[in-house]
């Protein structure tokens, strides 16, 4: 049964670049047909996808989020990670990360809480 | 870009009910189309995929349906565990548009 989790730090100053990774262990992200996903949610808010990589190495982004967000993989720690960069507390959210078969989210982490605040 | 919208934003409902929640796609999605359940605190849990079917280990009395572009999740009784929201998410475009979400709460 595969697992995500999250991890990265809690608090991030304005202005300055948001880290988060998600290790994903009994399934490998580079093989198989999946999205490996990360999906954020504003407290008392909705769900947003932030974006995605394919296993073939595909990326999207968020078309709102697209110029400060990279997603990377690092396949030797079957981890792949996000980057938002210039972050303001409009980006203060529970971040998840997610598995997407193409139907749907069927695996997700518990969700990190990533707070923009000086 | 695809917009989901659901409706109602919130039900008030007994245990034992039936309730019913839609969700109308902007465009065309085929049938794809999903169904989330969220508990505070906790991560969404996939219910349904592709319209109607049931992912595995979520009870009968979830299902779902579709005509056209609007789509609706039922829970045929409801049961304590049930209160929740729930979120409608098209998986049709890439951007995976989720719908604002319905909260289930106890009459």
């Known amino acids: 049964q595969v697992q995500l989790q999250e991890s990265g730090p809690g608090l991030v100053k304005p202005s300055q670049t948001l880290s988060l990774t998600c290790t994903v262990s009994g399934d490998s992200i580079t093989s198989g047909s999946y999205y490996w996903s990360w999906i954020r949610q504003p407290a008392g808010k909705g769900l947003e996808l932030v974006g995605r990589f394919y296993s073939s190495g595909s990326t999207i982004y968020s078309p709102s989020l697209k110029s400060r967000v990279t997603i990377s993989v690092d396949t030797s720690k079957n981890q792949f990670s996000l980057k938002l960069t210039s972050v303001t507390a409009a980006d203060t959210a529970v971040y998840y990360c997610?598995?997407?078969?193409?139907?749907?989210?069927?695996?997700w982490g518990q969700g990190t809480l990533v707070t923009v605040s000086s | 870009d695809i917009q989901m919208t659901q409706s109602p934003s919130s039900v008030s409902a007994s245990v034992g009910d039936r309730v019913t929640i839609t969700c109308r796609a902007s465009?065309?999605?085929?049938?794809?189309l999903a169904w989330y359940q969220q508990k505070p605190g906790k991560a969404p849990k996939l219910l349904i995929y592709?319209?109607?079917s049931l992912q595995s280990g979520v009870p009968s009395r979830f299902s779902g349906s579709e005509s056209g572009t609007d789509f609706t999740l039922t829970i045929s009784s409801l049961q304590p565990e049930d209160f929740a929201t729930y979120y409608c998410q098209e998986a049709y475009s890439s951007l995976r548009t989720f719908g604002q979400g319905t909260k289930v709460e106890i009459k």
């Open positions: 465009q065309g999605i085929s049938s794809w």
């Open positions: 997610a598995r997407d078969p193409g139907y749907g989210f069927d695996s």
């Open positions: 592709a319209a109607s």
